[in-house]
């Protein structure tokens, strides 16, 4: 019997309908209204959620040839993330699920982008290495079962998507920056400026995105803004070399540390280009298998919600009418 899952933890109203690990719809509203601000207003996200996220379940439903009443369960993000937007995704899916009596099942967000890995076609069986590059996390996942991860590295400051998408703005790109900085990077030199890329000599698996941000703000001020305007796509290419080059540095890293026969990646960064070929090499040279889940699965989307569900405990009617949402979830194993 299908399933359906929604995911609304940031400014993305998502629901999916799959049948076990396939994915029947997968509809992705995503809210342009964030561009004007530069950033995700939470506020502002949490009233979208509210307009959207019926109509995209009903988009999902139909595309799945699927009615409500014909549903076994329904999975939701229930953190991390903004927490007035989990709630609208929350309290839809108890409102879906409680008057049929079905289990409901609350999923952690960063699993869900370890979960994109299970899905068909081609889903990969743990034990491997996951890179989660994100809008707010950038991690190390160790994956040993599909039940969860161990957090091997993570960020100290920025995440990579978060640094991303302020470079971004800098250079006058739109929001979310990582797609125009990716269009614009492939027409600069990534060595015209140089780019400090932190953390490659601290022999750990944590990350560091901060001072790459300070950097370009210097160069930026050294340059003048016409002179950013002018030098532009050199600068968006050095600062996403930058970023690959830590990422692809760190996962280097823990492949030397760990027994890990396959390597994956996940989260929003992990839909860039560069990345992904740099992880490819690294995954060549070392002879390991890299599963390079689709661009779609990347970002945010439900059906990475409802593949992590697969593998979390089912809460039975009426036991989720008062569960919580969550903002932030500990560090170390999920
Ligand atoms: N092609 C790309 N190149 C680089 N970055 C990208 C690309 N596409 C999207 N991104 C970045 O991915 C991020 C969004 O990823 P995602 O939707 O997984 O994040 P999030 O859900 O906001 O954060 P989290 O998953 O940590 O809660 C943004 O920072 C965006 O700029
Ligand atoms: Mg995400």
Same mark, same amino acid.
């Given at each position: ?21 396939v994915v029947l719809s997968n509809v992705i509203s995503s809210q342009a209204d964030h561009e ?104 190390l996942a160790g994956v040993r079962d599909h039940a969860g991860f161990e957090v091997l590295g ?16 800098m250079l006058g790109l739109g929001f979310p920056g990582g797609p125009g900085l990716e269009r614009? #990077?492939?027409? !600069?030199?990534?060595?015209? /400026? $140089? ?8 022999? =750990?698996? *944590? ?95 439900? #059906?990475?919600? !409802?593949?992590?569900?697969? /593998? $979390? ?8 009418? =008062?569960? *919580? ?10």
């Open positions: 019997m299908p399933q359906l899952a929604i995911e609304t933890s940031c400014d993305d109203t998502c629901a999916a309908v799959l049948d076990g690990p004007r601000y530069g950033g995700v207003v939470p506020e502002v996200a949490s009233r979208h959620h509210l307009d959207l996220v019926v109509p995209v379940v009903e988009a999902a439903l139909a595309g799945a040839e699927t009615g409500m009443d014909d549903l076994d369960s329904v999975a939701v993000t229930a953190g991390p993330g903004l927490i007035g937007a989990l709630l609208v995704g929350l309290s839809t899916a108890k409102a879906i699920a409680a008057p049929r009596r079905i289990p409901l099942i609350p999923t952690d967000h960063l699993h869900g982008h370890v979960a994109a890995n299970f899905l068909e076609p081609d889903p990969l069986e743990p034990p491997f290495l996951c890179l989660i590059a994100s809008g707010g996390h950038t991690m993570e960020t100290l400051d920025d995440a990579a998507g978060e640094a991303i998408d302020k470079a971004a703005r614009l #990077a492939a027409t !600069g030199d990534p060595g015209a /400026f $140089t780019f400090p890329v932190a953390m490659s000599r601290d022999p =750990g698996l *944590d990350f560091s995105f901060s001072g790459l941000k300070t950097a370009l703000v210097y160069i930026g001020r050294d340059l003048g803004e016409e002179g950013v305007a002018e030098r532009a796509a050199d600068l968006a290419a050095g600062f996403q070399a930058a970023i690959v080059n830590q990422l692809v540095t760190k996962l280097g890293r823990a492949l030397d540390d760990g027994d890990w026969p396959a390597v994956a990646l996940g989260g929003g960064v992990a839909a860039n280009g560069p990345l992904r070929e740099a992880v490819a090499t690294l995954c060549r040279e070392r002879g390991i298998p890299f599963k390079e889940v689709s661009r779609e699965l990347c970002t945010d989307n439900a #059906a990475m919600i !409802g593949s992590a569900a697969r /593998f $979390t405990r089912a809460l039975p009617y009426p036991e989720y009418v =008062g569960f *919580d949402a969550f903002a932030t979830g500990p560090r170390g194993s999920r």
